[in-house]
């Protein structure tokens, strides 16, 4: 009787302590959103309504000085570019590490784990609170597959933060239009919900190890401490993730001014160019929508603009080597054709509707 009472008393400490960590988990990254994320949202919210602008489009080719060597047009992308994202990137990083550091694997697989719509449908949902880039969102996803979390569920949740971003939707009903709004979401839900289920398909279910039990438990390396578990996987993180990062983003800029076909700007052609070309470009949170502003105002036509809408937030050249340790070649090469796809369907759509 008392070794079973040991028993009990043992499994509700582990428990106890499972639930603190979560506990300590969800306050880091509730915090981390606020400050990054929900407040300054907030205020650029009410920039947008009163101005019908959220600033200028981070493509410096479009109207832009034109004499900049090709090095300085990319270095002062690079510095444009990580300005807007480095708090962001640094959470996604944290969170990352948190999610491997302190959360069980078996309770990440029980509630995400399944190849199944349900978790590909909380993973998704799960995304539209941290309105994150693809970019800052990719080390998060990449932490929840580590944890046995499904290809489905880390795939919607990494492609809704951009697709899905709640703030985004409200800046761009306000700079944009309401039918912009529209085709976004329809298109966004498409994405991040049917590529991401789909996706399961292209890889071997995932099987938990059989020693991990369906009753809650600490992380398996417990027996170092929290900060050691931490600091070892964010050292990791920081080596494999920030050089490919800065690297692929710098190259970017370098060909920015090349990328865009300005003298194919209608048809569809330009609708298809332009499809491409967003998948692969590498942009902030929200800053489709100026540069879609922007070359609507010189005579882009609507389709191509469309085009953008979707494939330029969803992913790019930088966020898919950010994910490729992660998941399969075959998985991302379906997510990446897939987003093209429907991203010329959007711009179809776009240019007989807008």
């Given at each position: 009787m008392s070794s079973l009472k040991s028993s009990t008393a043992v499994s509700q400490e582990k428990t106890r302590k499972t639930w603190l960590l979560i506990s300590i988990f969800m306050a880091i990254t509730i915090i981390g959103l606020a400050y990054v994320k929900w407040w300054p949202y907030y205020g650029k919210a009410l920039l947008a309504a009163d101005q019908h602008s959220i600033g200028t489009?981070?493509?410096?080719?479009?109207?832009?000085?034109?004499?900049?060597?090709?090095?300085?047009?990319?270095?002062?992308?690079?510095?444009?570019?990580?300005?807007?994202?480095?708090?962001?990137?640094?959470?996604?990083?944290?969170?990352?590490?948190?999610?491997?550091?302190?959360?069980?694997?078996?309770?990440?697989?029980?509630?995400?784990?399944?190849?199944?719509?349900?978790?590909?449908?909380?993973?998704?949902?799960?995304?539209?609170?941290?309105m994150m880039c693809s970019c800052c969102a990719a080390p998060i996803a990449v932490g929840m597959h580590k944890q046995q979390v499904s290809i489905g569920a880390s795939l919607a949740f990494w492609l809704g933060n951009p697709l899905l971003n709640p703030a985004t939707l409200v800046f761009m009903s306000f700079v944009l239009s309401w039918k912009f709004t529209v085709l976004r979401v329809v298109f966004g839900l498409l994405v991040t919900f049917g590529i991401s289920f789909v996706a399961n398909r292209f890889a071997k279910t995932s099987k938990v190890n059989d020693l991990v039990s369906s009753q809650l438990s600490p992380p398996s390396n417990e027996h170092q401490s929290l900060w050691v578990r931490w600091l070892n996987s964010?050292?990791?993180?920081?080596?494999?993730?920030?050089?490919?990062?800065?690297?692929?983003?710098?190259?970017?800029?370098?060909?920015?001014?090349?990328?865009?076909?300005?003298?194919?700007?209608?048809?569809?052609?330009?609708?298809?160019?332009?499809?491409?070309?967003?998948?692969l470009f590498v942009i902030p949170t929200a800053a489709e929508i100026p540069i879609i502003q922007s070359f609507l105002s010189i005579g882009v036509n609507a389709g191509p603009a469309a085009a953008l809408l979707i494939?330029?937030?969803?992913?790019?050249?930088?966020?898919?080597?950010?994910?490729?340790?992660?998941?399969?070649p075959k998985v991302l090469t379906f997510v990446t054709l897939s987003v093209i796809i429907l991203g010329v369907l959007c711009g179809f759509v776009g240019e007989l509707w807008l």
């Open positions: 489009s981070i493509l410096k080719g479009i109207g832009a000085d034109q004499t900049m060597s090709l090095w300085q047009s990319a270095f002062q992308f690079t510095i444009t570019y990580f300005k807007a994202v480095w708090k962001a990137a640094l959470l996604g990083m944290i969170v990352a590490t948190l999610i491997q550091a302190l959360l069980p694997v078996n309770w990440l697989h029980s509630l995400l784990g399944r190849s199944s719509l349900k978790s590909t449908l909380i993973g998704g949902v799960s995304s539209l609170p941290t964010f050292g990791k993180m920081l080596l494999q993730v920030v050089p490919a990062y800065v690297i692929s983003v710098f190259i970017l800029g370098a060909l920015q001014n090349y990328m865009f076909p300005m003298w194919i700007n209608v048809g569809i052609i330009a609708i298809i160019l332009f499809a491409i070309i967003g998948t494939t330029l937030p969803a992913i790019s050249l930088p966020s898919l080597l950010l994910v490729s340790r992660a998941f399969p």
